[in-house]
């Protein structure tokens, strides 16, 4: 029985689950890591309208280059992505 719980993968955490699902929309997630995102997904509402709502992002605005994009643009989201990385 202990070699089970050697080879079972700890559950995904809401974050890390937020972490992985660029990856996962852009089809790049190895198998065990998609499955552990979608049995997540499954039992997350919260992440699960996340997802959803990246989905109506990505389908309004779709693909934007970053070399397209305002400087002031860039410098706004990396301030957003530091903000939420701190809490």
């Known amino acids: 029985?202990?070699?089970f719980w050697r080879r079972?993968?700890?559950a995904l955490v809401c974050r890390d689950a937020v972490a992985l699902m660029t990856?996962?929309?852009d089809g790049n997630l190895r198998d065990p890591d998609r499955d552990r995102l979608e049995a997540h997904l499954a039992d997350c509402p919260h992440c699960a309208e996340y997802?959803?709502?990246l989905k109506v992002t990505i389908d309004a605005l779709g693909?934007?280059?970053v070399d397209e994009l305002p400087q002031a643009a860039v410098d706004d989201?990396?301030?957003l992505y530091r903000r939420w990385?701190?809490?």
Do not use: K, S, W
């Open 23 to 25: 990856a996962y929309l």
């Open 1 to 3: 029985m202990i070699g």
């Open 77 to 79: 989201l990396v301030e």
């Open 8 to 10: 079972r993968r700890r």
């Open 51 to 53: 997802l959803a709502q």
């Open 63 to 65: 693909h934007v280059d």
């Open 85 to 87: 990385r701190t809490g």
